[in-house]
């Protein structure tokens, strides 16, 4: 009797304690993710610096917005976040974070662009409307394919962005600043306030 009580206490306790672990290890792996986009907001604000205050486009001839500020990061995990399901190191899959193709690709002008009908020329720091509120980089959505959400865009669903951390997405934001925002909370395509966050 006194070993079936101690094994009713034990597991009692784990039940108790298992919610606090994984309670922890989350807060845990948010802070890492927070931490991550800090450096990577730090790399691309060193990269406008050098480049005249133009930002890397999201893709272009074969390179995509990561390596063209690889040089400003000294450890390519910051790419990865915690809590990312999938990773396969080597491919885009492996990048857990998506930049902000709707501020940083420019749309179709007349006479179209060089590449895919687009204006490839960067976007300059002085076009962008509100930079504590522009979004630069965001959680991207978990994706078990073999390339990852790269980049994110003002979808009318927001289904690129993804409730990572406790039902939200930490974003650093253009001026630098990272914050974490309730995925419902953040404005879709044609929003009131759309075009503070997307620049569009």
Known sequence: ?????????????????LPVMRRTRENASAAMCVNNLRQIGIAITMYVDDHDFKFPLPSFDGTNWYQYIDPYVDDREVFNCPSYKYHTYGSTNYFSYGYNF???????????GPVGGRDTSA???????????????????????SWATVTIRDRRKGDEYFNRHFGGSNIVFVDGHVKWHRVSDIPKKNDQDARFWWNN
């Open 123 to 145: 976007v300059d720091l002085n076009e962008i409307i509100s930079p504590s509120q522009c979004i630069m980089v965001v959680d991207g959505r978990n994706m078990e394919e």
């Open 1 to 17: 009797m006194e070993l079936l009580a101690t094994i009713v206490i034990v597991g009692l306790l784990i039940a108790i304690l």
């Open 102 to 112: 709707t501020a940083f690709a420019r749309r179709a002008v007349m006479g179209g």
